[in-house]
């Protein structure tokens, strides 16, 4: 990859849960937002209603992309926006966080 697809830096904080790092489930959730520090986040989830805060993980944007090359389909999902699928290799699906 010769151009890094995402605005946001390579180094970018990303939520993600345990789940997901190794592989055990795919990433069906995802989510662009600014935190309460004013950071620019992405959150990375087999399933949003699920997801347990003690089973957080911090990983950083590119190893996210690592974990699941995918992620470039949502590559230029805006602040405040949603993108969900029913399975990996399905179609995402955008919405903003308000409905």
Not at 15 to 39: K, L
Not at 42 to 67: C, G, P, Y
Request: proline share 5%; hydrophobic share 35%.
């Amino acid at each position: 990859m010769n151009t890094w697809p995402f605005v946001d830096p390579p180094g970018t904080v990303c939520v993600t849960s345990n789940d997901v790092v190794d592989g055990s489930n795919s990433i069906r959730y995802a989510s662009h937002e600014v935190d309460e520090d004013r950071e620019t986040i992405w959150q990375f989830h087999s399933n949003i209603d699920t997801f347990d805060f003690e089973q957080a993980k911090l990983v950083r944007l590119d190893t996210m992309l690592k974990i699941d090359p995918s992620l470039l389909e949502i590559s230029k999902l805006p602040i405040g926006a949603v993108a969900t699928r029913s399975e990996i290799g399905s179609r995402w699906t955008q919405q903003s966080e308000e409905g």
